[in-house]
């Protein structure tokens, strides 16, 4: 039973457009939500997190927003850029301090 | 400072063989904690250390894997009896559990392949 979905395995976005990756969650007691970028043969790297009391969480290109009625979160990255071709999963703590819960991830490709 | 490291990088083991992984966390980080990665598969949490409480160890998939853990360093986990469907990238992570800091920071991985 998959606590946290990514239901889009691959997306592919031009160079300077908009890049949007999807997640949702199953369980509304989750308060706390990161995203993280992982390149090929090396360990995820954080991004950008935020805490169910707020909705929108703004760090250079990146944007995390947050609809806990709808149980969903995203990442946008404006403008995109080649180097920013990876995988990007999501992830919830489960409880204060303790483990992630990550999606599946989703294979980010930006073409020049 | 240093990130989170961790060794070997890979490890190529005959099944039923035992291993052991090891992770150095980052210096000052109190929490630590050991997922693994299958092909073509999401994270997948094993076990979590957090200072002097006891470790919890829900995600470990069998009685094979056990992980220890010196005070506030280093850690391994290890595999006993190897089987193929153990081959997975094994990933440590470390945290500083401090206020309204939940960030995890992984290491490289090690790569393990049991043949």
């Known amino acids: 039973d998959q606590q946290v979905k990514q239901n889009s395995p691959s997306l592919s976005v031009q160079e300077g457009r908009i890049s949007i990756l999807n997640c949702d969650y199953t369980?509304?007691?989750?308060?706390?939500f990161l995203w993280y970028k992982k390149y090929p043969a090396e360990g995820p790297t954080f991004l950008i997190s935020?805490?169910?009391?707020?909705d929108k969480n703004e760090d250079g290109r990146f944007t995390v927003f947050l609809n806990k009625s709808a149980k969903h979160l995203s990442l946008h990255i404006v403008p995109s850029q080649p180097g920013d071709s990876a995988v990007y999963f999501c992830?919830?703590?489960?409880?204060?301090?303790?483990?992630?819960?990550f999606g599946q991830g989703t294979e980010l490709s930006v073409k020049p | 400072g240093a990130g989170v490291s961790q060794s070997p990088s890979n490890k190529v083991t005959e099944k039923g063989k035992d291993v052991e992984l090891r992770c150095d966390p980052i210096?000052?980080?109190?929490?630590l904690y050991w997922y693994r990665q299958r092909l073509g598969q999401g994270l997948e949490f094993l076990i979590y250390?957090?200072?002097?409480?006891?470790?919890?160890k829900s995600g470990l998939p069998s009685d094979r894997f056990s992980a220890e853990r010196t005070g506030e360093s280093v850690s391994t986990l290890t595999i006993q009896r190897t089987q193929q469907e153990d081959s997975a990238v094994y990933l440590c992570?470390?945290?500083?559990?401090?206020?309204?800091?939940?960030?995890?920071?992984f290491g490289p991985g090690t790569r393990l392949t049991v043949t």
């Open positions: 992570a470390s945290s500083i559990q401090s206020g309204q800091l939940y960030e995890q920071y």
């Open positions: 369980n509304s007691m989750f308060d706390y």
């Open positions: 935020i805490s169910s009391i707020k």
């Open positions: 992830a919830v703590l489960y409880n204060q301090g303790g483990k992630l819960i």
């Open positions: 210096s000052g980080h109190t929490a």
């Open positions: 250390f957090q200072g002097n409480s006891a470790p919890d």
